[in-house]
């Protein structure tokens, strides 16, 4: 009698909806999934105009990054987004090996010129780094509480360079809500970034956030997002919190807007 292979468990996808506020008005809608496994994990967002926001831009975004799981670290392996334009789809792509940012292409011209005041290499920027879609998921242990609070991080979207530091916790708005964790931390350009993103990063309040854990306990992800920037506050808010879901809701990739309608 021959016994069958043990069966090898695929990844478990989670999905939650977030909504972007500024003023108190709403402007867009995130649907995000996290596809996880044993080994592997894999972040998506679609993000589009919502609400109000419509009247401004009918624009939309996907946002991919991946990697591997090694313990309680990640290993980012890739990172892919796209944003449809008047009437075509940019795109840009990440690589990385072992860890590092090994190569990056896109198809984006800027209209003007940026006039980067510290330029970044590619090559210089070396191990430590995530991308900002990925800073915002947290793999740890429930028992280590805020220590990824308290620890910098350096953020690379392939073109430019920052850092997230913790701030103190003095004058938040308010506690965490049961089971979640309290954060703080300012946003810092270190390269890659014209003059006018580091004069309005000065002006820039700390970024308060409140992460939940998700379903299968190994991950968390922000509950809610405040700051208060020079045009008034933004809050992201997760209005569906992540649960365990077989319907995709984000595509595999963005088609091209539709023409505008002719006029007679």
Known sequence: MTLAPPAIAGPVT?????????RGILLARANVE??????????????????????FSDASALVRTSGKILGENIEPEALQYSWTDDDSVNFARLDYADGAPAAYETNYKPETPQNIVVPVALEDVGLGTRDPFLSLLVLQSPEKG??????????????????LSPESMAGAPRDATTGGVACRVRWTPIAGYPKKTYERAEEMRPVDLEFVGIANGRFMAPREVNVVTRFGTVRIVAVQPFRESNLPIV???????PPDDEEW
């Open 14 to 22: 989670y999905s939650s909806v977030y909504q972007i506020y500024l």
């Open 34 to 55: 996290l596809a996880v496994s044993a080994q592997q994990y894999q972040l998506s967002a679609l993000l589009r105009s919502s609400g109000i926001g419509f009247l």
């Open 146 to 163: 805020d220590a990824f609070c308290r620890t910098p991080m350096r953020l690379f979207d392939g073109r430019r360079l920052a850092q």
């Open 251 to 257: 595509p595999a990739k963005l088609s091209p807007p």
